[in-house]
Nanobody, 124 residues
Framework: QVQLVESGGGLVQAGGSLRLSCAASGRTFSDYTMAWFRQAPGKEREFVATSRWINLNRYYADSVKGRFTISRDNAKNTVYLQMNSLKPEDTGVYYC?????????????????WGQGTQVTVSS
């Protein structure tokens, strides 16, 4: 079983920055693909960013490209999402997800494990 625990959410003004963390436990993460998704109130969960653990292959949603950066610390089994130049439309619950097999993916169904989410609120 894999456990994912997110942290780092909060309230920030537009233009500000936040860094989310996702600590993973339960398995060896030698070849995991990790991702961040988000869900705004009244909307469906959407893809934000993904990174394959072993080769650092990364992919971003167009809406966050150039502002968000996904990275990881293998020694800590932790993946991060650095969010800069935040906008009110970035508000939502951010979820960490893990995929045990396969390359980067943007679909919810491609991921096997999910964290509980962390709230990000960007005020205008």
């Amino acid at each position: 079983q894999v456990q994912l625990v997110e942290s780092g959410g909060g309230l920030v003004q537009a233009g500000g920055s936040l860094r989310l963390s996702c600590a993973a436990s339960g398995r060896t993460f030698s070849d995991y693909t990790m991702a961040w998704f988000r869900q705004a109130p009244g909307k469906e969960r959407e893809f934000v960013a993904t990174s394959r653990w072993i080769n650092l292959n990364r992919y971003y949603a167009d809406s966050v490209k150039g502002r968000f950066t996904i990275s990881r610390d293998n020694a800590k089994n932790t993946v991060y999402l650095q969010m800069n130049s935040l906008k009110p439309e970035d508000t939502g619950v951010y979820y960490c997800a893990a995929r045990l097999h396969g390359d980067v993916g943007v679909l919810i169904r491609e991921y096997d494990y999910w964290g509980q989410g962390t709230q990000v609120t960007v005020s205008s």
